[in-house]
């Protein structure tokens, strides 16, 4: 009877020993921390209220930069949709993950959409161990090619073994249909489609908010989250906005609220040879920042909602954009070109967890991101070998790194890789070429420290260094193995 007693004392404490061995293993062991990544479409980077520059309310974006890390010098590499989502998910460079130029009918042929053998961002964080979701517009994929001359077709369901690891979806290619926004969700077919009478970033907020809820299982529950937001607005149409927002700006005058001093209220397309254009529709501009104080409004609903869940402190919440919007600075608007209004775009990283806040002047790239945030979640061996982006995440801990000299400018098309734009920016410079069809080639080079609204284009003043641009340009493409 004794012995017994004994053995089932010695069991019991046995027992106790592995319950505290397990505990202390938890506990030397931190808890992965969470991802949401948001990016808005067509928010450039003088829209963070905090900065002073448009006349725009964003509470809770100023307070994820004043609590996080603000890279002041980020840029959107080819200033368009589907190339930036590209380098993101992929790491790498236009031609070498194959999206030049946005995913339509016209361009699938020359195979302009994210294959499914890349191994992409989500990819590499789902074999880590995280639950992936992606909610919004994804605009990666081609949609059935349609003969030259005839209509292009934009959208397209994406299926699963597309979707790279992503098991939530609430997505859609591309649409512009802000107020009445549709989507196909994780277990839909394309004849499946959901039409929503909301705003959609309204809509998709609600839509986070159940997945952070996990009520019906949207996401594992024993694995951290990774979450990618992709909001369409401020993309145009810009007037599709609720009214509480677009009534701030009632009765103000565009020409007050246009405030940069390169905004020209006529039309003026001098800096491409032969581009007609479209008229600048520069009275919108009022309803580009109700879009962007709408915005704000409803990623302030999605954290107040991980703070209710107690998920916010444990959460790396990341707000960029695809690229900017010109607003009518040089006559132009909307995107796809070299200039600041166009290339510039919010980055900000919140995790008061582990890094501390402050403005960071990094010249960080699109396929930087990747790594980068890869590096902080704690996975920097799992990048693959054949991402391009480096890894900057000792600059969360100002730890020194190799800081780039120079960030790409990249646009062209899937027919003609080897025309268009090239160029590069760095800390003091802005240089592009534009070479049209016929090869001819036109410069503009802007000293960004003296004149850092783009007034000039100094090309021809300084012959040495418009040599050394071309230069540095040169080996910069050939480094790229770019046809250009």
Sequence with gaps: MIIKRFVILLIAFLGLLS??????????EPERPNLLFIFADQYRKASLGFLNEDPVHTPNIDKLAKEGV???????????????????????YPLSNGVVEN?????TPYGNFL???????????????????????WHLDGPPATPPGTKRVWDTWCPPENRHGFSFWYAYGTHNRHNTP????????????????????????DVIMKYIDNAKTQRENDKPFALFWSINPPHTPFGQVPEKYSKRYKGMDYKTLLNRPNVEFTDNYSWKKGDKGVAARLDQAPEYFACVDGVDDQIGRVIEHLKEEGLYENTIIVFSADHGEMLGSHGLMH??????????????????KSIIAKTDDLLLSVPDYMPTILGLLGLG????DDVEGKNYSDVFFDKPVERPTKQLYFGTKPSNPDKGARGFRNYNYTFSVFKDDNGDKFYYLFNDREDPYQLKNCWGENPALDQKMEEELAALLKSMNDPW
């Design 19 to 28: 319950c505290k061995s397990e505990a202390s293993k938890k506990i030397e």
């Design 70 to 92: 603000f890279f002041n010098r980020a840029v959107s590499n080819h200033p368009l949709c589907s190339p930036y989502r590209a380098m993101l998910m992929t790491g790498k």
């Design 103 to 107: 995913c339509n009918s016209a361009n």
């Design 115 to 137: 294959s499914k053998e890349e191994v992409c961002f989500s990819d590499v964080l789902v074999s880590s161990g995280y639950s992936a979701g992606y909610v919004g517009k």
């Design 182 to 205: 549709y989507y196909w969700d994780t277990n839909g077919s394309a004849k499946d489609t959901i039409f929503v009478n909301q705003w959609s970033s309204e809509h998709e907020a």
């Design 335 to 352: 995107k796809n070109v070299w200039f600041r209004e166009a290339m510039d775009i919010p980055l900000i990283v919140h995790y008061p």
């Design 381 to 384: 061996d799992k990048i693959p």
